[in-house]
């Protein structure tokens, strides 16, 4: 199917950065957030990130400047009854995707493809929710989104070939390096990324080493672009505390379930970059 219309549900960091590439990618690009006043910061967020692209020279501002035309933002779920392809970035909970991919299955048309980015729950799950699980994919993105090149091209236990392939060409079409997987608990990645930061949280006690001094070990040892502390930061830890728990439960392997210094970090409300502090500060 050729992609005319995007939609992406939840605007945060993930959903702003998805937009932002869709934009970027000459597709029209509907974001909803639950209010007007989300909507508009994740317009700012895209709009400075493309201006930081053309003060670089990286873009041209007519280009920047067709790109923000083409994000369009929304309350309302009916925004999404003529896009080609939904692609849900709410919060990591089963409950609210379920009750999210019931509505859009009857607000989209029959063939739109229904994408969801999340990162440790089932596709399947979520697409058992629809009485159309055929059409229901996943689309896992990286943080940071516009940077991070690639793209886990999901099937669920029931997706069929052409969704599937539609949504391979969309990750593509905006630039990403789409891989194809199937759905078992943290996919490609995550599968090995999670329990390898946690083993890093671990050795912080155990080899009783500093964040900093962790970090430096692990850009210069092996060959990490950053640190694991800067990236459990990066990424949040609240984030990282939510997805080790929901593989943990899967697999009940040790080593996936979240370090309690992490869970400590997180009841106290230091979630990394997003909160100001985390094993770093933020300004
Ligand atoms: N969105 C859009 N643009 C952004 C951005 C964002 N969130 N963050 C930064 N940028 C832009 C900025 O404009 C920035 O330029 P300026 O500072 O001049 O404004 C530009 O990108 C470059 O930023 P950096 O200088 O910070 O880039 P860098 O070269 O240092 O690379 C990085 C940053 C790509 C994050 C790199 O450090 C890296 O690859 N880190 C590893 C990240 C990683 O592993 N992510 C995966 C996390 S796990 C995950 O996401 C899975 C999950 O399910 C939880």
């Not at 799950?125 to 059409?135: D, L, Q, V």
């Not at 991070?148 to 630039?175: H, K, Q, S």
């Not at 728990?245 to 309690?260: C, D, H, I, S, V």
């Amino acid at each position: 199917m050729e992609v005319r219309k995007v939609g992406v549900v939840g605007l945060g960091a993930m959903g702003a950065g998805i937009a932002q590439l869709c934009v970027e990618a000459g597709i029209d690009t509907v974001g909803r957030e639950v209010t007007a006043d989300l909507g508009e910061q994740a317009r700012d967020r895209i709009g400075h990130f493309l201006t930081r692209k053309t003060e670089k020279g990286q873009l041209e501002q007519s280009v920047r400047d067709d790109a923000m035309n083409r994000l369009s933002l929304t309350t309302e779920l009916d925004a999404f009854a003529d896009c080609d392809v939904v692609i849900e970035a709410i919060v990591e909970e089963l409950e609210p995707k379920r009750q999210l991919f019931a509505e859009l299955e009857r607000i989209c048309r029959p063939d739109a493809v229904l994408a969801t980015n999340t990162s440790a729950l089932s596709v399947t799950e979520i697409a058992a929710a629809t009485s159309s699980p055929g059409r229901v994919v996943g689309m896992h993105f990286f943080n940071p989104a516009p940077l991070m090149p690639l793209v886990e091209i999901v099937r669920a236990e029931l997706t069929e070939d052409e969704p599937f392939e539609t949504a391979f060409a969309l990750g593509e079409r905006i630039g990403k390096t789409p891989i194809r997987c199937h759905d078992t608990p943290g996919f490609v990645v995550n599968r090995v990324l999670i329990p390898l930061l946690n083993d890093c949280i671990r050795v912080l006690d155990e080899a009783r080493v500093s964040p900093e001094d962790l970090d430096t070990g692990m850009k210069n040892g092996a060959g990490w672009p950053m640190g694991p502390c800067a990236l459990v930061d990066l990424v949040g830890i609240d984030v990282h505390v939510h997805a080790s728990e929901a593989l943990y439960e899967k697999t009940r392997e040790q080593r996936m379930a979240p370090p309690a210094r992490l869970v400590a970090m997180r009841n106290a409300g230091l979630l990394g970059r997003k909160s100001g502090r985390g094993f770093y500060t933020y300004d």
